[in-house]
């Protein structure tokens, strides 16, 4: 048996795993076209046919819509515009409450505080990671406007249960399925099923352009309004002759006729680097299920997972060693992704910080340094550690996450992957000494 490499052993892989990217030639003789062009964005910000965007950027979205078999497709800078930009159309109002997740990147929660209105977190299923029904019926006031819903890790939400809550108590979805493009619940596709949703294109997600992001809708009238509140509102509203001024104060958050290129190619291969994840996850599973300290967590029926990352519940009690230490030891066996080598070693303990613990949150200092927008919140929002319980045992104690699923990784490197599991496990006495 030989000796840990976190005790200065030989580590089970020494070469970097294989990079993945889907940038090919596709997308450059794609990009060159644009370029030779000259236009690189055909964005005007006033009351114009151009207000709408270019060539590439107009075919970007409509492809979009096509696939996704939804009405209205708003191209977009960025995911984190997309939730700002959807939170302004559906009229939000400072001091409305919109209940989040804890468990996301951090603007699928701070969003709301754009507009001075107040993030109430709600607690997660304890076994998909995503608000539940529960406690998102907990947390329903009558101040409360939205949910904002993220397909955590690649799975959709339940999207049945909730939506119906959310119709009777006469609350808007947004749904971030930004981690879960082609993710599907009963044969839709992730993104559909709230009244906005939104996708992301930067770097790290399954498809990319650099940066970028997506906004879908079935309403003609949200639609109009993210157009406006993407480019300029305020100056293209009196010539488009709509008249509800609410959150008509509009940004740039256009996307250039670059990255649409991009994503038009991107959109081509999507379902193959999905197919590969799935593969990968399949082997990964059927090979990590002999440890009985993992367990792999349960899906919600009705779905298919997209995977953008792998998340399972490490159980101290099996194994006898604290997870923290258990993930140290695993990296120090293991190496980075090529190409993201600066990125470190692609498995975490937990994911991220329960976002209420963030200095934000903690201090209630947003927007300016008076506790705007917190003070205009009718009851007293708790961001106190302690008060999503089930997201706080996943992140401190017993969730682990990974990407050595990625479409670029071969079954003799996720091998690599679980031999270090099993080279930790069965030198689990050494690392409680
Ligand atoms: C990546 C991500 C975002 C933000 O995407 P950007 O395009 O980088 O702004 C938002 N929500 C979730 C769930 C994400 O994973």
Known sequence: MSKLALYGGPKIRSQYFPGYNTIGNEEMDSVQKV???????????????QHFGGEKVQEFERSWSEVFSIKYSVSVNSASSALIIALGAIGIEPGDEVIVTPYSMCISATA??????????????????ILSYEEIEKKITRRTKAIIIVDIFGQPYEVDRINKLAKDKGLYII??????????????????????GIFSFNY????????????????????????????????????????????MLGYNMRMGEIEAAIGLEQMKKIDDLISKRLENVQYFEDEIKKFDFVNIYHKNTDITHVYYKHAFRYREDKIGVHRNKFVEALKAELMPFELREEEGISISAGYVKPLYLLPLFQQKIAIGSKGYPFNQAKSEPNYKLGSCPIVEEAHFKSLICHEFIVPSMKKEDIDDVV?????????????NE
Request: hydrophobic letters at 35%.
């Open 204 to 247: 790290h997600k399954h498809i990319h352009t650099g940066e970028g992001g997506m906004i879908v809708t079935r309403s003609k009238e949200l639609e109009e309004r993210c157009q406006y509140i993407r480019n300029h509102a305020e100056a293209v509203i009196e010539g488009s002759g709509h008249e509800n001024l609410v959150n």
């Open 35 to 49: 370029m030779k062009s000259g236009k690189l964005s055909a964005f005007i910000g006033g009351w114009h046919p």
């Open 112 to 129: 709301p505080l754009f507009y001075g209105a107040i993030p109430v977190f709600a607690d997660l299923d304890s076994e998909t990671f």
């Open 175 to 196: 749904e971030d399925a930004s981690q879960a493009p082609m993710a599907k619940y009963k044969n839709n596709y992730a993104g559909t099923f709230g009244d906005l």
């Open 419 to 431: 031999n270090a599991f099993e080279k930790v496990y069965d030198n689990r006495e050494a690392l």
